[in-house]
């Protein structure tokens, strides 16, 4: 499947605690992930702290630059675009709102700054784009001159949002957009984000550790461990009928806000494996309540299971037939294969 984004064979490391006596070690935060998005889809990307959501949300942003891989914005490259050209086609809204705002600048001039480095575009302009789009987001016309420091949490992310859209870009990367927030207010900002979805046929990547958001706003789901992808498919599969099991662990460990539900119980054995030296095979593994001989010496390739990719040794013989991969699949499967 082509899409308005993709992510091909990716693949970022980094150099990490080195000093005159000990070699710096390689990080492996994303280790094979490809993956295509539709335009006008929102897809989301859960896992554990540290598992590679955040560098793979600023990688497609073009902050970090990949080791291997690549991704494209519309069919071309990332690399390729002029910094303004991309910017005012991909725009991230990040997870703290206060940190992400300079507090010395008006409401108006933090939303008016990717106009400006844009360029080309009359003062009066600007004022009607910033004017029309505080309007979009719910932000009343006497905030203008605010500052950051006076509004609440829930209204400098309605600031961030409207910076992020006020060039109509075409994909939005929201890296935990309402983590910071109260619920009350989570709720109106997801309504929002979902509205602004509809109205300006925005494509969303969407990272979150909050299953419960992520099953109100996406499409599709992708799972991914250790800066794998473990399971992509529609939300409605992965987050209600997940296959990998460490998606069911993911899923069984998470509150369900119900009367007379207990906290859930401790799911996972050992701790997070340190990404420096990743364990051979399947990663997952050493944590695996199902693991088999096979998952400690050679990684899974993706497998077909209904409409999702699932890369996991117990779907060898039981997946669809492989002529009904998607290409998308047959990328994950190659990307696995490390």
Known sequence: MSGILEVQELRVQFKVGGSLLAKPRTLHA????????????????????????STLARTMLGIETPTYGRVLLEGRPIG????????????PIFQDPYSSLNPRKTVHDLIAMPLLVRGGMARREISRLVTDTMELVGLPRRMMHSYPSAMSGGQRQRVA?????????????????????DVSVQAQILNLL???RRQLNLTYI?????????????????????GRIVEIGPV?????????????????STLEPERGVRLPKPVFQGG???????????HYHPRCSEAMPVCQ?????ALRVGHSTVACHMFTGLADDDEDLNPESAQIAAGQET
């Open 30 to 53: 994303i280790n094979g992930v490809s993956l295509s998005v539709a335009r006008g889809e929102v897809l989301s990307i859960v896992g554990e702290s540290g598992c590679g959501k």
């Open 80 to 91: 390729d675009y002029r910094r303004a050209d991309l910017a005012a086609k991909i725009q």
């Open 161 to 181: 949002i409207a910076r992020a859209i006020v060039t109509r870009p075409e994909v939005i990367i929201c890296d935990e957009p309402t983590s910071a927030l």
């Open 194 to 196: 979902d509205d602004l």
């Open 206 to 226: 969407f990272i979150s550790h909050d299953l419960s958001v992520v099953n109100h706003i996406s499409d599709r789901v992708a799972v991914i461990y250790l």
């Open 236 to 252: 409605e599969d992965v987050l209600h009928n997940p296959r990998h099991p460490y998606t069911r662990r993911l899923r069984a």
């Open 272 to 282: 997070f494996p340190d990404p420096t030296n990743p364990p051979a095979g399947c």
């Open 297 to 301: 010496t050679a990684a899974p390739g």
